[in-house]
């Protein structure tokens, strides 16, 4: 992703439970902005996820209800390092995993719409002070699940992946 007009654009947008599913992956940058990760439409405010420069991950649901949390990773998000991260919806709170260890949680999306994910890497909105610009790093090994992962089963999951985004550092 070149941070200017690159994204990826789905054939057909994931649509997930708000309140039961999880998303996973890896991520390198080392261009500390607002930067959208995932998202539901292009150039509006609709429902994302995106990296933010005091080292959170901002998740929003817009459709029938307003839900926006601001999550700690705890790490320097942009670093230049290669960093697993988990984000897990559900029933009772939202929580974030950050290289296979706990990081953050808050309440569950309030939301009754389904989350979708339509684009990767797209710019959410035209105030990039406000909402995330177009993505700038490298993003790898992005798994959806349509459940919730336990904090054993997110660590198994960095453990059968961390080899190969650790060795080339």
């Known amino acids: 992703f070149d941070g200017i007009n690159d994204d990826v654009v789905l054939a057909q947008p994931l649509s997930m439970d ?9 991520m390198n940058r080392t261009d500390n902005r607002y930067e959208s990760l995932f998202g539901r439409a292009r150039n509006q405010i609709s429902g994302q996820i995106e990296v933010r420069t005091d080292n959170t991950i901002r998740v929003e649901s817009f459709s029938n209800n307003i ?4 999550f700690p990773t705890n790490i320097n998000t942009a670093d230049g390092k290669w960093h697993h991260y988990v984000l897990v ?26 989350f979708e994910i339509r684009f990767i ?17 490298m993003l790898d090994n992005i798994r959806v699940y ?24």
């Open 121 to 137: 890497g797209s710019q959410q909105n035209q105030s990039p002070t406000l909402y995330g610009m177009w993505f700038s790093g």
């Open 67 to 70: 839900w926006q949390k601001h």
């Open 18 to 26: 708000p309140r039961s599913w999880t998303i996973s992956w890896w």
């Open 89 to 114: 919806f559900g029933p009772d709170s939202t929580e974030l995993y950050v290289d296979g260890k706990f990081a953050s949680s808050d309440t569950a999306n309030s939301d009754t719409a389904n």
């Open 146 to 169: 349509s459940s919730t992962l336990t904090a054993s089963e997110v660590g198994k999951l960095y453990a059968e992946t961390a080899s190969k985004y650790l060795a080339a550092e």
